[in-house]
């Protein structure tokens, strides 16, 4: 980020609190008793309730209802955050929280474990995959009330400090105890790299969070020595993050002097970033995969990418965020994440798609309509405006106003689609039957030193069957017709999160991709590239 950048948003920031949001809590009265007040009407209005109103009235509550009905009126990405929701607002994008280092998932009211994190807290004592947390400091904790925000608020903590598990282990007839001291827990945003054909590298990137361009120097490095001379970035259900990120790693495959992206507000000046020429990769072919969860910083990537011919966009169009939002901290504790500039991509184009002020529920149906109306499934479905074309770095016309047009459109699949897979992936079934299936063969499984030899294993076993037995124990009948046709789709995915339970993602992936549509259309085009 250039010094001009960094000099508007802290113009921005002192200019929206004093006048946007003001000292909301603040109550001054003078000798007569009549309140005085600044000249915010917002100020004026709370604190006529909190010293006039007939009732009491919890002003916080209130000013947090204010302040988020305010800042909605705004465009779809502004928001107002309380300060009991920051914190885990933060973490996901911080690189790392404090915690006991395991995954969890709910099943059956229970908190199972699916993984405990390598050198974590958890692991130093002795918890494993597949314990059930039933008691948190001596309190009971299972049933319906159990939730996901409610876990992590009892887990996460300050580092340093400790709590008391209670826990429930196959084959283990007495409740087990342990004192775990919490602990910093990294946030990965690079969930896997490895060789996905030879010579090619293959690298999934599912946010861009504050280490993100380190991770992936770090995948880039790896994959190096394992000889791989292209490589496959896959950005596809990557929903942004922090712009810098992306421009470092999009640096990385640039020559020196040409633009990554521009940005530019009605406050905020044009601020730009070109590549520095010191990138790793800047000769070596590239294809990008995006889909209509792919937005913002993963937008910018691709965008750039394709607006300098650098490279093949491979998959959907994407969401089209391209509004630029900087979160400030409030008095409070709590923040504003305010819609401060717009992206536009080397070519000149918009990424955002168009919107109405206030009307964000309209805005987030976005994608339904898209569905609707066969963009999924058909590029001829896309509607692209003709008086918003641009050319990319070689002449080739592209198009603004919406998200990136790929240039090779990768169509859904719905090849094994059947109203039995529907149900099965709706409800849960495979997910919770490949736990079981873990959980019960724990012993054997954990003997298998690779995912190669585990995958070999498990295809010799009638996976199947047992699974569709276990969702008629559920009350979904059988239907053979059904199952037939979602056999493939179905024994990959059984596999692959059996997999992921004993080795984590460096086995679930490889197996996951192996019937990828999108891939597969990625590694020939990455075989194309000179």
């Known amino acids: 980020m250039n010094k001009n950048l960094k000099t508007v948003l802290l113009v921005t920031f002192t200019t929206l609190v004093g006048l946007l949001i003001g000292n909301l809590l603040a109550r001054r009265a003078n000798g007569t008793g009549v309140v005085s007040y600044g000249s915010n009407p917002i100020n004026e209005i709370i604190s006529l309730i909190d010293n006039k109103y007939v009732d009491t009235v919890d002003v ?5 209802e204010t302040m988020t009905d305010l800042v909605s009126k705004l465009d779809p990405h502004s928001v107002f955050i309380p300060s009991s929701d920051l914190e885990d607002v933060n973490s996901e994008l911080e690189g790392s929280f404090s915690g006991i280092g395991v995954q969890f998932n709910i099943q059956n009211d229970t908190v199972m474990i699916i993984a405990v994190i390598s050198g974590g807290p958890s ?9 059930r947390i039933v008691k948190v400091n001596d309190t009971a904790f299972v049933g319906k009330s159990v939730s996901n925000e409610k876990v992590m608020k009892k887990l996460r903590g300050k580092e340093g400090t400790k709590v008391k598990l209670g826990i429930r282990r196959h084959g283990t007839k007495e409740l087990l105890h342990y004192t775990i001291t ?30 993100t361009y380190k ?62 020429g010191k990138g790793s990769c800047i000769k070596l072919p590239l294809v990008v995969m995006i889909d209509e969860y792919s937005a913002s910083a993963s937008e910018i990537f691709s965008g750039a990418i394709q607006d300098n011919d650098r490279g093949v966009i491979v998959g959907r169009r994407s969401f089209g965020k391209g509004l630029v939002q900087q979160q400030m901290p409030l008095s409070d504790g709590s923040a504003l994440r305010l819609t401060v500039a717009r992206y536009y991509t080397p070519s000149g184009r918009s990424i955002q798609k168009p919107y109405v002020k206030g009307k964000s529920e309209d805005y987030q149906l976005d994608l339904l ?13 896309i509607r692209m405006v003709d008086s918003l074309k641009f050319k990319t770095l070689k002449g080739r016309t592209v198009y603004g106003g919406g998200g990136i047009m790929p240039d090779v459109f990768v169509p859904r699949d719905t090849s094994d689609f059947t109203p039995y897979l529907n149900k099965v992936i709706n409800y849960g079934y495979v997910y919770q039957y490949a736990f079981q299936y873990a959980d019960q ?3 054997t499984l954990k003997s298998f030193k690779s995912w190669q030899q585990l995958e070999a294993h498990l295809k010799s076993k009638d996976i199947l069957t047992g699974f ?23 024994i990959t995915q059984l596999h692959a999160f059996i997999i992921r339970d004993l ?4 086995g679930f992936y490889p197996v996951i991709n192996k019937d990828d549509k999108t891939i597969k259309v990625a590694l020939d085009q990455i075989k194309k590239i000179k």
């Open 60 to 64: 916080k509550k209130l000013t947090e």
């Open 123 to 131: 692991e130093k004592v002795g918890v494993l995959a597949g314990d």
């Open 182 to 211: 919490r602990g910093e827990i990294p946030v990965n945003s690079v969930d896997i790299a490895y060789m996905i054909e030879p010579k090619v590298g293959y690298i999934r990137v599912s946010k861009f969070a504050a280490t």
């Open 215 to 276: 991770e992936f120097l770090d995948a880039i490095a790896s994959l190096r020595t394992q000889g791989a001379e292209r490589y496959v970035v896959d950005l596809r259900q990557n929903s942004g993050g922090y712009l810098e990120q992306a421009v470092q790693m999009v640096n990385e495959f640039l020559p020196e002097g040409q633009m990554i992206v521009y940005s530019k507000g009605n406050a905020y000046p044009r601020a730009e970033s070109r590549a520095n």
């Open 369 to 381: 309509k898209r569905y609707k109306r066969g963009e999924f499934d058909s590029k001829d479905s």
């Open 441 to 443: 063969n724990r012993a």
């Open 468 to 490: 569709v037995a276990f969702a008629s124990s559920k009350g979904l009948a059988a239907a053979p017709k059904d199952i037939q046709v979602s056999k493939r789709y179905l």
């Open 503 to 506: 080795m984590g993602d460096k």
